[in-house]
């Protein structure tokens, strides 16, 4: 369905993604422990990756807002104003990583919760670039991409949980969950040492569960 960026503005901005149907069905919320020992562990590899392999950020529904906008039109806290271009002024944001609140959108990046290279390194090398780039402009799963601090999406890099986590600590059950979803959510790999700290963290967190969507 296309909508305009007039039309965005006007809507509930929890709907926004509500609009497009869906012919997939959603797993039964399944426990955050038991979710993590349901990923396959495999070895990982970086060899031939490129960040261009995953097309980003596109324009999917034509309506003049390509992904990043439409990321921020959803998390807005307090809704921009969008201009010509889908050019966006005003607005507030919260960047959960580091407990700060931002109002210009310049301040934003936009995080792969599982970035680009980690996808890379845990299966998606084998996929074609039409499905990588499903995955860099996932707008179907709401925790795929996340309106961050540019500091902190800097600082996680290409990291896993294993090497990084929020900065904020009170995060890390909701963090790690959206993780798992993720890699859930594509039939992504985890390598023993990620592994191990996502369960870490899940011991801590006994009423968290990944819902999701498998990925067409």
């Not at 990588?132 to 799963?141: F, S, T, V």
């Amino acid at each position: 369905m296309l909508r305009s960026p007039a039309v965005l503005a006007a809507l509930p901005f929890a709907a926004v993604f509500l609009l497009a149907p869906s012919t997939a069905h959603a797993q039964a919320p399944t426990p955050l422990t038991e979710a993590i020992e349901a990923l396959t562990v495999a070895e990982e590899s970086r060899e031939g990756y490129d960040r261009s392999l995953f097309p980003h950020w596109t324009d999917a529904d034509r309506n003049g807002c390509n992904t990043r906008a439409e990321v921020l039109l959803e998390e807005a806290v307090t809704a921009p104003e969008v201009g010509e271009r889908c050019r966006l002024s005003g607005g507030e944001w919260y960047s959960y990583y580091d407990d700060r609140s931002f109002t210009e959108a310049r301040a934003l990046d936009i995080d792969h919760m599982v970035p680009l290279a980690e996808a890379w390194d845990s299966g998606a090398s084998q996929w074609s670039t039409q499905r990588r780039q499903a995955y860099a402009n996932d707008l179907d799963e709401p925790v795929a991409l996340v309106a961050v601090s540019a500091s902190s999406n800097r600082s996680k890099a290409d990291k896993d949980p294993s090497q990084w986590l929020p900065p904020a600590a009170d995060t890390h059950c909701r963090y790690v969950t959206e993780w798992t979803t993720v890699k859930t959510r594509w039939g992504l790999t985890v390598d023993e040492a990620e592994r191990e700290a996502l369960n870490t963290v899940a011991q801590d967190c006994p009423d968290a569960v990944v819902e999701t969507t498998p990925a067409p």
